[in-house]
C-alpha cells in the first residue's frame, strides 16, 4: 500500500507542475537586430516571446530511488551495514495542449485544481492510516504555507510546495483549500493537527 501510495502522490505533483507551467506566461521581451551600421547592430523589431509549454518526449520516465542504510551491531566482522534500496518509476505524460488561449486557461485551471484536491486526498488517507487527522492536516499545510514559505526563488523545495499549496485568491467557488489558503486566523488553531508537516518538511530539509 506504501508503493501504491508513493505513485499516486508523484504522479499529482509531476501533473501539477506540468499544468502550472502550461498556465504561467513569461512577459519577457527581446529586440531582434536589423541592419548593421559600422559594426553595432541596429535593433528595430520588437519581438513579443509568447507563452510555451512543458512537453515530455514519449517513453518518459520519472524515476526516484530510496535507500535505506543500517549499521550491523557485530563485532567480527566489522564494518557490515543492511542496504534497503528500491526504485519508483512513474511513466510522465506526454500529452500536448492545444494552442487556443481560452481552452488552455479554462480546462488548465479546471484539471489543475481537479489534481491537486487528488493530491490532496491521497495524502488524507494516508495520514489517516497513520491515525492523524488527514482533513485538517491537509488544510493547516495550505493555511501555513504563507507563513512558512520563502520568497520565491529563494529556495528550489519551497518553490515547489508553493505551486502545490497554491490557491487562487479569487475562486468564485471556493471550496475548504481555497478558504485554508485564504485564511488569516491562526492555522493551528483553525485546522486541528497535532503537527505542522510544513515545518517539519521546511526545518528539516
Not at 20 to 30: R, Y
Not at 100 to 124: A, G, M, P, Q, V
Request: aromatic share 8%.
Amino acid at each position: 500500500m506504501r508503493v501504491k501510495h508513493s505513485f499516486l502522490i508523484i504522479q499529482s505533483v509531476l501533473e501539477i507542475l506540468q499544468l502550472t507551467l502550461a498556465n504561467s506566461e513569461c512577459p519577457l521581451d527581446t529586440m531582434t537586430p536589423g541592419t548593421r551600421t559600422g559594426t553595432e547592430p541596429n535593433f528595430t523589431k520588437l519581438l513579443h516571446r509568447k507563452r510555451r509549454h512543458l512537453v515530455f518526449p514519449k517513453s518518459t520516465t520519472f524515476v526516484i530511488t530510496v535507500i535505506g542504510l543500517k549499521s550491523i551491531q557485530v563485532k567480527e566482522p566489522t564494518n557490515w551495514n543492511l542496504d534497503l534500496e528500491f526504485d519508483i518509476i512513474w511513466p510522465i505524460p506526454s500529452d500536448e495542449i492545444s494552442s487556443e488561449k481560452k481552452i488552455i486557461r479554462k480546462k488548465s485551471n479546471h484539471k489543475l485544481r481537479r489534481h491537486k484536491r487528488d493530491f490532496y486526498n491521497t495524502f488524507e488517507l494516508a495520514l489517516q492510516r497513520l491515525g492523524f487527522p488527514g482533513k485538517n492536516c491537509i488544510l493547516r499545510t495550505i493555511c501555513e504555507s504563507k507563513i512558512f514559505l520563502q520568497p520565491p526563488g529563494i529556495s528550489f523545495l519551497d518553490d515547489l510546495l508553493r505551486v502545490i499549496l497554491s490557491h487562487e485568491e479569487d475562486e468564485e467557488n471556493p471550496d475548504l483549500y481555497d478558504i485554508a489558503y485564504q485564511s488569516m486566523n491562526d492555522c493551528h488553531k483553525a485546522y486541528q493537527c497535532p503537527i505542522s508537516l510544513l515545518e517539519l518538511l521546511v526545518n528539516n530539509f
